[in-house]
C-alpha cells in the first residue's frame, strides 16, 4: 500500500469523524440536562448515554485499528447522565483530539493487519481499516438514535 493511499484513507476517516463529531455538537449544545438525561422509553437510551457510548467505543475502535488495547467500562456509559450539555460537548472535543493522533499513526501495515483485542467482548478479529469502517458505522447508527431521541423530546415537551 502506497504511501499516498495512506494519506488519503486517513484523512477520509478524519474527516468523516470530524463530520460526526459536529453533528453531536449541534445535538447536544443548548440542550438541558433534563432533556439529554431523558430516555423515551424502556431498554431505549437517552442522548447522553448514546454519545456517551458511541465516543468510548470510537476510542476503542480506532485503538484497535493500530493494534492497541485500551481500558474501557463499557457499561459505565450505559449509565452515564449528563450534568450538562458543555460535558458532553467536552467530552467530543477529548475524544476528537485522541482520535485525531491515533489517526495520525496509521500506517500501511495497521490498515492491513489484523487485529484481535484481547479485551473485546465479541471476539472479533478484523484488519486495522476494518476496525475504522466500524467506528463510523457506530457512529452513524447511535448519532440516528440520539437525533430520534432529541425529536422524541421536543415533540413531547420534554425539558
Do not use: C, K
Not at 21 to 46: A, C, F, K, Q, Y
Not at 48 to 55: F, T
Amino acid at each position: 500500500m502506497s504511501a499516498d493511499l495512506v494519506a488519503a484513507v486517513r484523512s477520509a476517516v478524519e474527516s468523516t469523524l470530524r463530520e460526526q463529531h459536529d453533528v453531536l455538537r449541534e445535538l447536544v449544545r443548548g440542550l438541558t440536562p433534563i432533556v439529554l438525561n431523558w430516555s423515551p422509553g424502556p431498554e431505549m437510551n437517552s442522548i447522553a448515554v448514546l454519545v456517551g457510548h458511541l465516543l468510548d467505543a470510537e476510542r476503542y475502535l480506532v485503538a484497535a485499528a493500530l493494534g492497541e488495547t485500551i481500558e474501557r467500562d463499557r457499561e459505565r456509559w450505559f449509565r452515564y447522565e449528563a450534568p450538562s450539555d458543555t460535558a458532553l460537548l467536552d467530552l467530543i472535543d477529548q475524544v476528537e483530539r485522541e482520535t485525531l493522533e491515533r489517526l495520525a499513526r496509521l500506517t500501511a501495515e495497521t490498515l492491513v493487519q489484523e487485529f484481535s483485542p484481547p479485551n473485546d467482548r465479541l471476539g472479533r478479529r478484523f484488519t486495522g481499516l476494518r476496525w475504522l469502517l466500524h467506528a463510523i458505522q457506530h457512529n452513524r447508527e447511535h448519532i440516528g438514535q440520539a437525533l430520534s431521541t432529541r425529536q422524541l423530546a421536543e415533540q413531547r415537551g420534554i425539558g
